[in-house]
């Protein structure tokens, strides 16, 4: 084998760091905002009604669970990286895919958890019928994410190696 391998050029870990890199990143950013824009809906609901503050911490517990999806395939990246010429670059390309498709549904997810929990924890403390629908809307906007994490742990089983 020659220095130099088309196939595994010596950026190839690049682009699989990369995708570890997304994926923590973006599904850590959704989390983020997921559990701040819903935490500031709790705490203002909690002057009305301080005795919900335990029921209106679901939005807060399932933006904790986008980071997770972003955590899983960034562990599995990392642990399929390798230096070349055992690293080819399409292992690297399928590493970003994976990585940014949990990523960036993550944060997309979290977006929408974040701007439910919060109207619908307030919602709550004014109609408390209002609860059932806003757990069915928290779970669509859980399911984009999860759908990242689905194709990013497909994407992760067609390494070449």
Known sequence: MSAYDEAAP????????????A????????????????????????V????????????????GIIA??????????????????????FDGFIHLGAGLSVGLSGLAA???IGVVGDAGVRGTAQQ????????????????LGLYGLIVSLI???RVSS
């Open 110 to 112: 979290g977006f929408a």
């Open 128 to 143: 408390p019928r209002l609860f059932v629908g806003m757990i069915l809307i928290l779970i669509f906007a859980e399911v």
């Open 23 to 46: 994926a923590m990143v973006f599904s850590s950013l959704g989390a983020a905002y997921g559990t701040a824009k819903s935490g500031t809906g709790i705490a203002a609901m909690a």
């Open 155 to 157: 994407l992760n089983t």
């Open 68 to 89: 997770i999806y972003g955590l899983i395939v960034a562990a599995l990246i990392a642990n399929n990286l390798r230096a070349p010429p055992s690293y080819k670059l």
């Open 48 to 63: 009305m009604r301080p005795e919900r503050i335990m029921q209106s911490i679901i939005p807060v517990v399932m933006a």
């Open 10 to 21: 010596i950026y190839g870990p690049f682009f699989g760091v990369m995708g570890s890199a």
